[in-house]
């Protein structure tokens, strides 16, 4: 066989894809723009264990990684609480991201993975239309097939043509700013209090969460539109004044980064191209994880190039890794996106409104990474949690308005995107993708 791929940037779904052809003979190569020891940001990422099963690996030891707390959810005035009640069954585990990249990359190389660090991409290689390797800072390679795993800022997703439909970059509210920062911990708080989740914080379009940990306290800070440090040095002080476990040393982090919440990218394969993880848009919208769902769509993704025995890797071949990711997982986050819309349309009033009259309720709120679909996140409503949703709705002809334009969204999405096309047309496949994407406007 000997097929040559290339893994162009070290996302989580590109490293476990790669391990995946790697053990089925394929030559791989991850070509990764950081250093080994700075792969991945200084602070501990939140996912459904379930995604490593999907790609053959074991948990990690318990060592490894802990549990997250259950969050506490409040509007920005802060007079109602929500609380999540997880099933432990179901608890998404906690674990620092260069912990996660030493376990996958480990089993990567014992596959046969090839790894070049210090290597940043800088743009996709053509031979017409096709991708055929990549140009990076130490020289230009060669691939039968390049797998795109470098990120929601993708040179690679940024350079392909319109002709392959593919949308070159996140449009306003796609993306979330973020400032994270772990603090020294100067105060004990309640169960219910140490994760706290503020929505539209100081009536900013955003979040701030506060998790204090043995160890220390977690402080993010995210909005939709880019915000400065000193802007973050602000909301975090004012954090301080109802949050007494903030210190003010910053044990590590204290940086900034950009995390895809939105709709998975239209379409994701192209002559020669995949793309998978944030360059593909896979986070759960609200949530903003992505890792397991990068882990389970490099399985999908392993297992049709596997099948393409001619080695074609066009974008025919690869349609069907296209059709069973949403078959599996996108189909459920796209309508998970016009939630998302909804939210930012909401005023701050509006939202302690909706907490308040329990039109959102703490069953509403226990969603975790492995729940990609409006069903599992609103679903086993009683009768008496529709009537009280719906006399609040009733009663707030602003809120109301809102809710039906996002269920007319959501009921477009869902039915444009069960429509994806079953093979390959490029014709039928880029009015497919205008449609789906016209679902999402804000």
């Known amino acids: 066989m000997n097929k040559k791929i290339i893994v162009a940037g070290g996302g989580h779904g590109g490293i476990t894809c790669a391990m995946l052809l790697a053990k089925n003979g394929f030559d791989v190569t991850v070509y990764e723009k950081q250093s080994r020891e700075n792969m991945g940001y200084d602070w501990t990422d939140i996912f459904d264990k379930k995604g490593f099963f999907a790609v053959g690996l074991d948990m990690p030891d318990k060592s490894m990684y802990k549990l997250k707390h259950d969050m506490t959810f409040y509007g920005p005035a802060m007079e109602t609480a929500l609380i999540q009640n997880t099933d432990p069954d179901k608890l998404e585990i906690q674990m620092e991201r260069k912990t996660i ?22 743009e996709p290689l053509f031979f017409g239309n096709r991708v055929v390797g990549i140009r990076t800072a130490q020289g230009e ?6 797998i795109d795993a470098c990120g929601i800022s993708s040179p690679l997703r940024k350079a392909m043509s319109a002709s392959t439909g593919i949308q070159n970059n996140p449009i306003p509210y796609e993306q979330f700013y973020v400032y994270r920062a772990f603090f020294n911990k100067t105060a004990e708080v309640e169960e219910t209090e140490k994760f706290r989740v503020i929505l539209l914080a100081e009536n900013k379009l955003g979040i701030s969460w506060i998790d204090t940990e043995e160890e220390y306290t977690d402080v993010l800070i995210g909005r939709f539109e880019e915000f400065d440090l000193a802007e973050a040095e602000r909301s975090i002080e004012k954090l301080r004044e109802t949050n007494p476990s903030i210190g003010t040393e910053i044990l590590r982090g204290g940086a900034f980064a950009n995390i895809p919440v939105r709709q998975p990218l239209g379409i994701i394969v192209a002559d020669g191209y995949a793309a998978i993880g944030d360059s593909a848009f896979m986070t759960v919208p609200i949530i903003g994880s992505g890792i397991a769902n990068s882990f389970k769509a490099s399985k999908i993704l392993a297992d049709t190039i596997i099948a393409d025995k001619e080695g074609a890797y066009s974008a025919e071949t690869l349609w069907s890794y296209q059709r069973e990711f949403y078959k599996n997982i996108g189909a459920s986050l796209a309508p998970l996106a016009c939630v998302k819309l909804m939210l930012t349309r909401l005023e701050g009033s509006e939202l302690d409104y909706i907490f308040a009259k329990g039109i959102l309720n703490a069953e509403d709120m226990t969603i975790d990474s492995d729940s990609t679909s409006l069903g599992a996140m609103l679903g086993g409503m009683s009768a008496e949690d529709i009537k009280i949703k719906l006399s609040g709705l009733i009663n707030n002809k602003a809120v109301l308005a809102k809710v039906i334009r996002m269920g007319l969204e959501l009921a477009k999405a869902t039915v444009v995107t069960a429509a994806l096309p079953k093979t390959y047309n490029r014709k039928n496949v880029l009015r497919w993708v205008k449609e789906y994407n016209n679902c999402f406007k804000h």
């Not at 990249?101 to 800088?122: P, Q, S, T």
């Not at 390679?141 to 390049?146: I, N, P």
């Open 101 to 122: 990249y030493d376990y996958i990359i480990l089993h990567a190389e014992n596959a046969g993975v090839k790894f070049v660090y210090d290597c940043a991409v800088e």
């Open 141 to 146: 390679f060669y691939a039968d097939l390049v």
